[in-house]
């Protein structure tokens, strides 16, 4: 797994390193050119508002212009994001994806399926979490917070346990189906790790039953929470990424206030992954897409939207990252307990939570 946690804590020494030009080694001009020639790129699931890919999209446009974005399902989780490759294996129209952005536990699952296209990016030897024969990479990593509109909840929750006070009825809400979506599967995990003091073998069952006893308590809101229902008052708690939640009280600019938390214990860390459809229409455009995120410029463009990228201990290293993304990182301490699952523990929690939701909740998030 990634192993950010130790050195994510020597940001305010990094800051003194001087920045330097961004620089990596260039695609081919033979993968440009097959790229050029293929004339359209389609990625699903990269909404704008998510980890900094609005600026990492139109850094990719500015660079190869000759390339058409389609961009597919942008709100699609990640079950969807596998279907969407599986349904569209005979069809090279616009509605079949070229890559995907997954978490991290669909990524050996849909390799063993054949259904990603191995492909090492210059940068291959800088990523630690990665299949070994370029299947998937994982790109970033953020950890689960409570997005708080503090208009309407005046007591701001810091952990778990809180969330279940008579005082937050009808307030908190999941960022998505935690039958299908990779981020409210692990906000199910994370509340299971808290309430089973850390014991990875018992969180998802300790999961499935916090949620339970949010739901009868009345807590629980089966709304797949978003900026707008969170400013509306739908929705005012939302557990969800730190990233999205930090994009979220930028865009909302205190209208209404957000307060951002990361939780005392059950600080969960959660990787993405990208992979090329071993069925895209354009495997040329997706290579160069792969090598424009892995750039330097690509994983900035993660860090200015608060994610932690793959490479961020490399760039750190070289002085490439500039003070200014530095001081709108959150405070490096809140990072100290981040636990990273082992893909094996990722993959027994998904199973029981997509399998055991309805039967233990029973709340049909929509």
Known sequence: MFRFTGKVLSLSAVALMATSAISYAEPSEELIAAAKAEGMFSPIALPHDWCGWEGILNGFKAKYPFITLNELNPDAGSADEIEAIKANKDNKGPQAPDMVDVGLSFGPAATKEGLFLPYKVETFDEIENKDPDGHWYGGYYGVLSFEVNTDIVKNVPQDWP???KPEYANSVALAGDPRAANQAILSVYAAGLAAAGGDAAKAPQAGLDYFKKLNDAGNFVPVIGKAASLAQGTTP????WDYNALADRDTLNGNPPVEVVVPKSGVLAGVYAQAISAYAPHPNAAKLWMEYIYSDEGQLGFLKGYCHPARFNKLVAD???PQEILDKLPPAELYKQAIFPSLEEQDANKTAVT????????????
Do not use: H, M, T, Y
């Open 355 to 366: 399998g055991g939701w309805d039967s233990v909740v029973g709340a049909n998030v929509q």
């Open 237 to 240: 708690i939302v557990i969800r």
């Open 162 to 164: 809180d969330l279940l």
């Open 319 to 321: 002085g490439k990252v």
